[in-house]
């Protein structure tokens, strides 16, 4: 079946550095797409969405960029610190109801 | 703190055992959500039930079964326990109208089948 999916499972950076995790959707009718970040021993925690109709949303200290002509999502972390450091999913709303997860990228901040 | 409430957080139990789950969602939110967080498989949705009725069903075995009720806290059973059930389920709830919108989870209720 379709799913979503991560290129990189640990990603590591300095602390400051600007962070990119990215993702990979199979589905291009998928609608919605959410990015979430969860902690050791927490659930997820959201942190982004964005529309198929957007191709960039900010919040603070992160944009979510959508790519639908090569179906890719990337989160961007800026001047990203020691409590970014935990795992962080892609989602995308693409049956429905559904929220399909992708496998996770583990972020490391090197102080 | 996302508001939803899981108990317990740990559950420690024997094979072919029976248990249940609780979930309160956020105060004012219709839907609840079931996911399964395991090493191997990540995070899988099991179903959803929106005002009392389930609203979408994901890979949920049938040895597990779940519902909401009036109050719309929602309670998880999984039966017949295996050891390949291990792992921590998460619920989360989302808002008035039933469709996808950012989900709020709990902290999971970490299961260990023994």
């Known amino acids: ?111 | 703190d996302s508001g939803v409430t899981q108990t317990p957080k740990h559950l420690i139990t024997a094979t072919g055992q029976r248990v249940t789950l609780r979930c309160s969602p956020r105060s004012g939110d219709l839907s609840v959500y079931w996911y399964q967080q395991s090493l191997d498989q990540g995070l899988q949705f099991l179903i959803q039930y929106y005002n009392g009725e389930e609203r979408a069903k994901g890979n949920i075995l049938e040895r597990f079964s779940a519902q909401q009720f009036p109050d719309l806290h929602s309670e998880l059973n999984l039966s017949s326990l295996e050891l390949g059930d291990s792992a921590l389920y998460f619920c989360a709830s989302s808002g008035p109208t039933g469709n996808i919108e950012k989900l709020f989870f709990g902290s999971g209720t970490q299961l260990s089948v023994l």
């Open chain 1, 1 to 111: 079946g379709e799913s979503v999916g991560l290129h990189l499972p640990t990603l590591s950076v300095q602390e400051g550095d600007n962070s990119i995790i990215n993702c990979a959707y199979s589905n291009s009718a998928s609608d919605y797409f959410i990015w979430y970040k969860q902690e050791s021993g927490k659930g997820p925690q959201f942190i982004i969405d964005i529309r198929s109709n957007m191709d960039k949303r900010q919040g603070q200290r992160v944009t979510v960029l959508l790519n639908k002509t090569v179906k890719h999502l990337s989160l961007q972390i800026a001047a990203t610190q020691p409590g970014d450091s935990a795992v962080y999913f892609c989602a995308e709303n693409n049956a429905g109801n559904m929220l399909t997860f992708g496998g996770g990228t583990r972020l490391m901040v090197k102080p």
